[in-house]
């Protein structure tokens, strides 16, 4: 045996997040599958890096060798050492069950990856937030590897099974692990525990009582060259519906894909040149080849706003999958993603493109959404998971961290009154100081009003010049024909809506509702 692979496995418990597949949160739990074998002689350096999304934002980290709480600022990455490990403790019962966690809280949102090294070999992965979670996870069928699945013995660990670990983060609960048989095992608020998977094709699942994480594992699966390493993925949610999962093209070489739901457990070999470049399934999707298990991202959870980790001194990539007509408008960071070549995905309306990373970044859309994935290698040794999501709104300005707020006051009344009723919403009479942001607000209102609305504009009462409350200059303008009127005519703005949001000045004291609006914060902003 040489070097291997740890993979730290993340999720979130306790998330204020509102986004349905964002994975930013405030408390997380961290365990380490088994490396290899529990009683090799090289330790792993393992660590996780935090990213804030907001300022002054206090994290902590335990059991940690440092004592110290860092405050990060905004888009700031804090790495933290551990030294924890889930070591081997099945036996020939059913469930063997361990406290080897690690807790990661922080007091404003954060995105969590993780990060260990062993020798030559690199393994990276990303938190699930714990309302994300489910009670119900199909269990992928074992993939097909020589000198690890052909001949299975417990007691030799690149031939042992495939292990479920399955965590739970709080609350005592009640797992079963369900298929030909059911067994089940009570866990403690924190702990986890493993099992064997059986190499068969008979439909497994897990069912909880309360929401739970569930990870599909092997410490030392064969790969190239008499080596092995610690495969690991973590398992996505039963879902209601079938969705379908595009397979990105510089992956598809030499993979598989495993396919689980509550009729099948199949593991599918995959030829790009031959097959439809997508997947169906409503429950496990993951993608295999040598050294990787990479879970797929659905089409039903593609996004705009992506947090990107890259590891020192390994060749790292993204891989971006986006329809074909939303090719433009992709942004690294602060910067338009140009010059990328494009190939299609077979029998599907995506296309994927490869960017080459070297350090830490943000990708996002400014008007679709799209899958991203962060893999990487060192000589035959491959890593990678989906990259962390921020958001699924796509925003012309940049990466929202939370939704801008925009609402109709809708009880009518004069211009000064409509500002304070904004004010005690916490909200301001809207300023609409650009061309783009008045065509983004307009296509919004029209979808539930078409009444003439109050906007944050009025003439100064010593120069008879327009100005916005928002003290931006008045550029981009949108007046009505004839409007506006004479220095001694209206001396508010209103917008008409039904207008094609046009402009007009009013009588201050004409009663109106009136549009209150609060902006997005952003990790990252063009303007």
Not at 230 to 252: C, D, E, G, H, K
Not at 403 to 415: F, I, K, M
Not at 420 to 428: H, I, T, Y
């Amino acid at each position: 045996m040489t070097s291997s692979l740890l993979l730290l496995l993340l999720l979130a418990a306790q998330t204020a997040a509102a986004d349905p597949v964002n994975n930013t949160g405030t408390s997380f739990i961290a365990v380490f599958p088994e490396n290899i074998a529990y009683y090799h002689p090289t330790n792993p350096q393992n660590q996780i890096w935090v990213t804030a999304l907001y300022n002054a934002t206090t994290v902590t980290v335990s059991p940690t060798s440092s004592t110290s709480s860092p405050q990060l600022s905004v888009n700031q990455s804090q790495s933290f050492d551990l030294d924890q490990e889930l070591m081997r403790n099945l036996s020939v019962e059913a469930f063997g069950v361990s406290n080897s966690v690690v807790n990661i809280t922080s007091d404003k949102q954060i995105v969590v990856q993780a990060f260990s090294i062993k020798k030559k070999s690199v393994q990276t992965a990303v938190l699930v937030p714990t309302d994300k979670l489910g009670t119900k996870y199909f269990i992928p069928p074992v993939p097909v590897i020589s000198g690890t699945t052909d001949d299975p013995n417990v007691n030799v660990t690149e031939r042992s099974p495939f292990r479920l670990i399955i965590i739970n983060p709080t609350d005592t609960n009640t797992v079963t692990v369900k298929g030909s048989a059911a067994s089940s095992v009570t866990l403690q608020p924190g702990q986890v525990s493993q099992s064997w998977v059986p190499n068969n094709q008979v439909p497994r699942w897990v069912e909880a009582e309360k929401p739970i994480a569930v990870l599909f594992s092997h410490p030392c699966a064969m790969q190239t060259n008499c080596t092995c390493g610690l495969l690991t993925a973590m398992l996505p949610p039963a879902r209601n519906q079938t969705v379908r999962f595009p397979v990105p093209s510089v992956l598809a070489q030499n993979a598989s894909v495993l396919l689980s739901d509550g009729g099948s457990r199949e593991a599918k070999p995959f030829n790009p040149d031959s097959d439809s470049a997508v997947v169906q399934s409503s429950g496990t999707a993951i993608l295999y080849r040598p050294g990787l298990l990479l879970t797929l991202i659905p089409e039903t959870e593609f996004a705009s706003c992506f947090s990107i980790f890259t590891v020192p001194s390994k060749t790292n990539f993204a891989i971006i999958v986006v329809l074909k007509d939303s090719t433009s408008g992709i942004y690294v960071g602060n910067s338009l993603l140009d010059a990328a070549v494009w190939q299609d995905l077979k029998g599907t309306e995506y296309v994927s493109t490869n960017y080459s990373l070297t350090q830490n970044t943000v990708i996002w859309h400014n008007s679709s959404k799209m899958a991203v994935y962060v893999v990487g290698y060192e000589g035959s040794d491959w890593f990678g998971n989906p990259a962390p999501v921020i958001s699924t709104t796509p925003d012309y300005r940049g990466c929202p961290v939370n939704a801008e707020r925009l609402t109709v006051y809708n009880t009518s009344q004069g211009w000064r009154e409509s500002l304070q009723s904004c004010q005690n919403l916490n909200l301001d009479l809207i300023s609409l100081s650009e061309s783009r942001l008045q065509r983004h607000v307009c296509l919004k209102l029209q979808q539930d009003s078409d009444q003439k609305v109050w906007i944050g504009m009025r003439r100064s009462s010593k120069t008879g010049n327009w100005y916005w409350l928002s003290r931006a200059p008045v550029r981009d303008t949108n007046w009505g024909s004839g409007e506006p009127g004479r220095v001694d005519e209206g001396q508010c703005a209103a917008m008409s809506v039904r207008s094609n949001c046009t402009w007009s000045d009013e009588d201050c004291c004409s009663a109106f509702q009136s549009v209150c609006y609060k902006e997005a914060d952003y990790l990252v902003r063009i303007n």
